[in-house]
């Protein structure tokens, strides 16, 4: 793991963006995985002036996003699919028809789930793949288990997700309780990860990811067997490392 440490939330999100640019230089064709949430916004905004400076176009670029919500209309403000189109996808040259979320609305998750892992590896997988992480080490919506889900599923949010998360919706009666998301599987076949953690809230958890036992019950710590990939941390999210 290449751990990182800057300043703050800006410097992260610069940081972030030199790389994930220099990765779409080096390749057009890149198929990136994509996260949403607080974290990555600073990220969006600095890849978008970035294409706005002629720097990188995203016109060949393939993005999968890691989750969405289930049940939860597309069109829906709180979804993931509005969350992209407004934090990154309608400021760029993408074409939407290269952009990939699950479908929230799909009639049958399973299948949705088994579509949607296809999908990924028809295109031979995930050349960079973006994360967060929660305060409980989900990656993805991979929450705190027995076991590393391997491929895209549907998942039961745990309570911590959904405290953290219910800030996203009206109110807590309108928040799905489950989402599809991409496996630990699916994640750990990336060539490259690019993992960000910004906050206090975050510090006890990094520090667990970085130096705790390898564990489902932490899905994050199983990055510690990736071998391409750098941690990315504000001064409050990494005050745990030394
Ligand atoms: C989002 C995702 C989640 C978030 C995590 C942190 O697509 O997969 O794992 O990265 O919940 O969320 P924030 O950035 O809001 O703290």
Same mark, same amino acid.
Do not use: C, W
């Given at each position: 793991?290449?751990?990182?440490?800057?300043?703050?939330?800006?410097? %992260?999100?610069?940081?972030?963006?030199?790389?994930?640019?220099?990765?779409?230089?080096?390749?057009?064709?890149?198929?990136?995985?994509?996260? @949403?949430?607080? @974290?990555?916004?600073?990220? /969006?905004?600095?890849?978008?002036?970035?294409?706005?400076?002629?720097?990188?176009?995203?016109?060949?670029?393939? @993005?999968?996003?890691?989750?969405? /919500? /289930?049940?939860?209309?597309?069109?829906?403000?709180?979804?993931?699919?509005?969350? %992209?189109?407004?934090?990154?996808?309608?400021?760029?040259?993408?074409?939407?028809?290269?952009?990939?979320?699950?479908?929230?609305?799909?009639?049958?998750?399973?299948?949705?789930?088994?579509?949607?892992?296809?999908?990924?590896?028809?295109?031979?997988?995930?050349?960079?793949?973006?994360?967060?992480?929660?305060?409980?080490?989900?990656?993805?919506?991979?929450?705190?288990?027995?076991?590393?889900?391997?491929?895209?599923?549907?998942?039961?949010?745990?309570?911590?997700?959904?405290?953290?998360?219910?800030?996203?919706?009206?109110?807590?009666?309108?928040?799905?309780?489950?989402?599809?998301?991409?496996?630990?599987?699916?994640? %750990? !076949?990336? !060539?490259?990860?690019?993992?960000?953690?910004?906050?206090?809230?975050?510090?006890?958890?990094?520090?667990?990811?970085? /130096?705790?036992?390898?564990?489902?019950?932490?899905?994050?710590?199983?990055?510690?067997?990736?071998?391409?990939?750098?941690?990315?941390?504000?001064?409050?999210?990494?005050?745990?490392?030394?």
């Amino acid at each position: 793991m290449r751990v990182i440490q800057v300043e703050n939330y800006e410097k %992260m999100s610069k940081l972030a963006a030199k790389i994930i640019s220099s990765q779409i230089i080096l390749n057009p064709k890149i198929k990136i995985g994509l996260a @949403t949430g607080s @974290t990555p916004v600073g990220l /969006y905004e600095e890849l978008i002036k970035l294409y706005k400076e002629k720097e990188i176009s995203f016109s060949e670029v393939l @993005t999968f996003n890691l989750d969405e /919500y /289930y049940p939860l209309k597309n069109s829906h403000k709180s979804s993931y699919h509005v969350f %992209m189109e407004e934090n990154l996808f309608k400021h760029v040259d993408i074409k939407i028809s290269n952009t990939h979320i699950p479908n929230g609305e799909a009639e049958n998750p399973f299948e949705e789930a088994l579509r949607y892992e296809k999908a990924i590896e028809a295109v031979g997988g995930i050349d960079l793949q973006l994360l967060g992480i929660g305060i409980n080490g989900h990656i993805g919506f991979n929450e705190p288990s027995d076991y590393f889900e391997k491929e895209t599923h549907l998942v039961d949010l745990s309570k911590a997700t959904l405290n953290s998360n219910a800030k996203y919706f009206d109110d807590r009666e309108s928040m799905p309780t489950k989402a599809i998301s991409v496996g630990i599987g699916t994640i %750990m !076949k990336s !060539k490259k990860i690019l993992l960000l953690a910004s906050g206090t809230s975050k510090s006890e958890i990094v520090e667990r990811m970085i /130096y705790g036992k390898v564990s489902p019950k932490v899905p994050a710590s199983i990055l510690q067997f990736h071998n391409d990939i750098t941690v990315i941390l504000d001064k409050e999210a990494g005050k745990g490392l030394k």
